[in-house]
């Protein structure tokens, strides 16, 4: 199976973070998450999502 790394739309983003589709358009929107922009049209790529993913769960643990 063909894993995609570029170009998620908000709906396969939100699939792989596990949330809605409108708290990943938010977090875009507010520039918290990495995304890139196509006309207007929000989208992310795979590693940049799971990187951010992992600095998220970092800054959340207290060691």
């Not at 063909?2 to 170009?7: A, R």
């Not at 396969?12 to 196509?38: D, F, M, Q």
Request: glycine share 6%; aromatic share 10%; proline share 3%.
């Amino acid at each position: 199976m063909d894993v995609k790394e570029t170009g998620l739309t908000p709906t396969e983003a939100s699939a792989l973070i596990g949330c809605k589709e409108y708290t990943i358009k938010e977090l875009a929107r507010g520039k918290k998450i990495p995304h890139y922009r196509v006309g207007n049209r929000y989208r992310f790529t795979r590693s940049a999502l799971i990187k951010w993913m992992v600095d998220q769960e970092e800054k959340n643990y207290i060691k």
